[in-house]
């Protein structure tokens, strides 16, 4: 008995326009075929690979936007992220695409730059993709406009700028910066520069003041900011010139707390050489623990945010707000304070 042909006659394959003209050709339900496709655990795997087989040589691929207008899951997260300037939202995007692929979800990424109106369009968009739900990262918007934007669509917001704005994940800042703290006035640091950041950053600032107070310190008189006129990318360049500015100033702080890794190496990198010691004449640290900062003369003391924890905690609790939309889940990620060569104690300048 002849075998059929695995391939498909040609006048069949123009019929395959929706995963319903699948399922008719293979002779399976469309709820069989769409779970299969989805890669749903209870689906056989001989009917699974028969569904994909089928799909190549059809050249058929479901489109997720039809099936949002029919009601169904897209099976597309919408993510917006504030900025893409540092090395650190790399690896939250790579994090965030790999636990969203372990789900059967796809995200679509979208950049507001910190721009009310960009963030407005983005979630507009979204809304018009029928996503089946969005993940905002650093948001600057507030709470009333983003969930008009958002039109009831299920979201999760990761370091909101708004505390409490709904589901949501944060970086505990504060606790981070008194961990930094703590570990300079330990090795007997009493006068601190914060390099790149300043009261306009709430999450940092605040966490330094009142880690300083809870030492017994005035932050008017032992605190300084320093800051270039113009912010840019938070580079190892802007590194550089915020040491150029520090060391113009006039008793400048023993310790600098640089706003990042980048920050951190570039004035790390100036100050050596300028043949002052580091730590010796100043003590340095970074904040986001970018590998690179292991390996860099001296290595830099930082803070790790655990971005991968964060990014998989994002997607449970969407997931959990697509499910259920009363969900009002927040976590909190804490800091670690990871010490290496760049802190120490001060020396006699």
């Not at 075929?33 to 989805?38: D, E, F, G, L």
């Not at 507001?112 to 029928?130: C, G, H, V, W, Y």
């Not at 802007?238 to 004035?267: F, H, R, Y």
Request: hydrophobic share 40%.
């Amino acid at each position: 008995m002849s075998k059929k042909s695995a391939k498909p006659k040609t006048d069949e394959n123009r019929k395959v326009r929706s995963t319903l003209d699948l399922a008719k050709y293979l002779g399976l339900s469309e709820w069989t075929v769409s779970r299969a496709i989805n890669g749903h655990p209870e689906v056989k795997q001989a009917t699974r690979e028969r569904v994909l087989a089928a799909m190549q040589e059809l050249g058929f691929q479901p489109n997720p936007l039809a099936r949002g207008l029919n009601g169904k899951s897209t099976g597309l997260i919408g993510i917006c992220f504030g900025h893409p300037r540092s090395p650190l939202v790399v690896d939250k995007i790579a994090s965030l695409d790999e636990f969203l692929h372990e789900k059967s979800y796809r995200g679509v990424l979208a950049i507001s730059t910190q721009n009310p109106e960009a963030e407005k369009t983005i979630l507009s968009d979204f809304r018009r993709m029928r996503v089946d739900g969005v993940i905002l990262i650093q948001s600057y918007s507030q709470r009333d406009e983003i969930d008009r934007w958002l039109g009831g669509l299920p979201a999760v917001h990761v370091d909101p700028v708004e505390p409490e704005i709904g589901p949501s994940v944060y970086f505990d800042r504060k606790q981070a910066m008194h961990l930094l703290v703590d570990h300079l006035y330990t090795l007997g640091h009493r006068t601190f520069g914060a390099l790149g950041f300043s009261a306009s950053n709430p999450w940092r600032w605040n966490g330094l003041v009142s880690a300083l107070e809870d030492h017994g310190l005035d932050p008017a008189k032992c605190l300084r900011s320093f800051e270039l006129p113009a912010p840019g990318l938070e580079s190892y360049a802007d590194g550089i010139q915020l040491a150029e500015i520090v060391l113009s100033s006039k008793k400048p702080p023993t310790a600098l707390m640089a706003v990042n890794d980048l920050v951190g190496i570039g004035a790390a990198r100036h100050l050596v050489d300028c043949k002052f010691q580091i730590p010796g004449d100043f003590s340095l640290t970074g904040f986001d623990d970018l590998d690179v900062g292991q390996y860099v003369v001296p290595s830099i003391t930082s803070i790790n945010q655990s971005p991968r924890v964060s990014m998989r905690r994002a997607v449970e609790i969407l997931l959990k707000t697509i499910a259920a939309p009363a969900t009002k889940e927040i976590v909190t990620i804490d800091p670690i304070l990871r010490i290496r060569k760049s802190t120490g104690r001060p020396g006699h300048r």
